[in-house]
C-alpha cells in the first residue's frame, strides 16, 4: 500500500459559474447557476474503507495533516477534507487574489530566468541644442524574428549623430545575445519564457532599471507585436509606437488558428536542427522566400550582413519565439 494523502478542498460547489461571463447576469446567475451543495465525503470515503479527517479550520488542517506524515508506509490512503468557512461572495474574492498571487509568483520566476542584451546610446548633434534634447523622450527599438539589436545599428548611428537622441536598443528574449534559461522547462513554460507578454514583461523591468519612465516604442515584425502589447499593458510609460510591417493579428479566431498553424509547422522545422548546414539551409530557404522580395540580389552586402548576424542565433529558442 502507498502512504498516500489526498487533500480534498470542499468549498461547496458552484463557485466556478463566478468566473464565467453568466456571472455578469446576476438576475440570471444566482437562481440558475449559483448552486452550492452541502455534502462531504465522509461517506464515500468510508465506503472504500479510507480513514477520513474533515477540517473546517487552518488549525485543524495543519494537526491533521502533520498527523498523516507519521503514518506507515502499510498505512495505505487517507482523505484530509478541508471545508472552508467562505460565504460565496468571499470564495470569489478568495480565488482571485489568489489566482493574481499565482500569475506575480510565476511572473517573477519566469524573468529571473531571463537577462536582456541592450545597448542604451545617448547623444548630441550640432543641428540639436542640448536642452532641447534632453526634452526628447528615449527610443526604444525592437528587431523582427530571428533579429537581434544590432539590425538598428545603422539607424541608431543616426539617430543619436544627427538627432541627438537617446535610443535604447534590446535584444529580446531567445534573440542575439540575451540570455534564457531554458534548459529543464517542459513545452509549456518554455512558450511561456519566449511569449508575447513576457517579452512585455522584461521589456518593463529593463525599462524601470535604467529609470525609463516613458519612451516611444520602434518595432518591426515581431518587435512591432511587442511595441503595440507593451503600449496596451502599460499606456502610461508609452508615448508612442512606430510599427513597421507589424499589426496585431489576424482578427477571427478562425485566422488566428490558421496563423497558429502554421507557426507550429515552422517552429517544427526549427525544432529538427540539429547542426548548422541544416541552419544554414533553413536561414537561406526562409530569406528567399517572396516576402524578402529576392534581398539577396537587390542589396547583396546588406543579405550577407544579416545572414552572418542570423547564424547566431538559436534554432531551438526561435521556435519557441514563434509559439510562445
Known amino acids: 500500500a502507498v502512504p498516500l494523502t489526498i487533500v480534498l478542498v470542499n468549498n461547496g460547489g458552484g463557485g466556478i459559474f463566478a468566473f464565467l461571463p453568466i456571472a455578469k447576469h446576476q438576475d440570471v446567475m444566482l437562481p440558475c447557476f449559483h448552486e452550492p451543495h452541502t455534502t462531504d465525503f465522509a461517506a464515500a470515503c468510508y465506503a472504500f474503507g479510507i480513514p477520513h479527517v474533515l477540517c473546517k479550520t487552518p488549525e485543524e488542517f495543519e494537526a491533521a495533516y502533520l498527523q498523516t506524515q507519521g503514518r506507515r508506509a502499510s498505512a495505505g490512503a487517507c482523505v484530509i477534507e478541508a471545508r472552508p468557512a467562505l460565504s460565496y461572495e468571499e470564495n470569489v474574492v478568495f480565488h482571485n487574489d489568489l489566482g493574481q498571487a499565482v500569475a506575480e509568483r510565476t511572473r517573477k520566476e519566469l524573468l529571473a530566468k531571463v537577462s536582456l542584451s541592450w545597448t542604451h546610446t545617448t547623444g548630441s548633434s550640432l543641428r540639436v541644442s542640448r536642452e532641447a534634447a534632453a526634452e526628447e523622450p528615449p527610443l526604444v527599438l525592437l528587431h523582427g524574428w530571428m533579429g537581434e539589436k544590432a539590425d538598428w545599428a545603422e539607424v541608431s548611428r543616426l539617430l543619436v549623430e544627427e538627432h541627438g537622441r537617446s535610443v535604447l536598443s534590446v535584444d529580446l528574449p531567445g534573440h542575439g545575445e540575451s540570455k534564457a534559461a531554458s534548459g529543464g522547462l517542459d513545452s509549456w513554460e518554455a512558450s511561456a519564457l519566449f511569449s508575447l507578454p513576457m517579452a512585455v514583461e522584461v521589456l518593463s523591468e529593463l525599462l524601470s532599471s535604467l529609470q525609463i519612465k516613458r519612451a516611444v516604442l520602434v518595432g518591426y515584425s515581431l518587435g512591432g507585436r511587442v511595441a503595440m502589447a ?95
Open 230 to 324: 507593451f503600449a496596451h499593458r502599460y499606456p502610461d510609460r508609452s508615448l508612442g509606437v512606430i510599427a513597421l510591417s507589424a499589426n496585431p493579428g489576424p482578427r477571427s479566431a478562425c485566422e488566428r488558428f490558421q496563423r497558429w498553424q502554421q507557426d507550429v509547422q515552422l517552429a517544427g522545422r526549427l525544432r529538427e536542427i540539429n547542426n548548422a548546414k541544416d541552419y544554414e539551409a533553413f536561414l537561406a530557404k526562409w530569406y528567399a522566400a517572396p516576402l524578402w522580395g529576392g534581398l539577396a540580389d537587390r542589396r547583396p552586402a546588406v543579405y550577407k550582413g544579416m545572414l552572418r548576424r542570423r547564424r547566431r542565433s538559436c534554432a531551438k529558442q526561435a521556435s519557441h519565439a514563434l509559439t510562445g
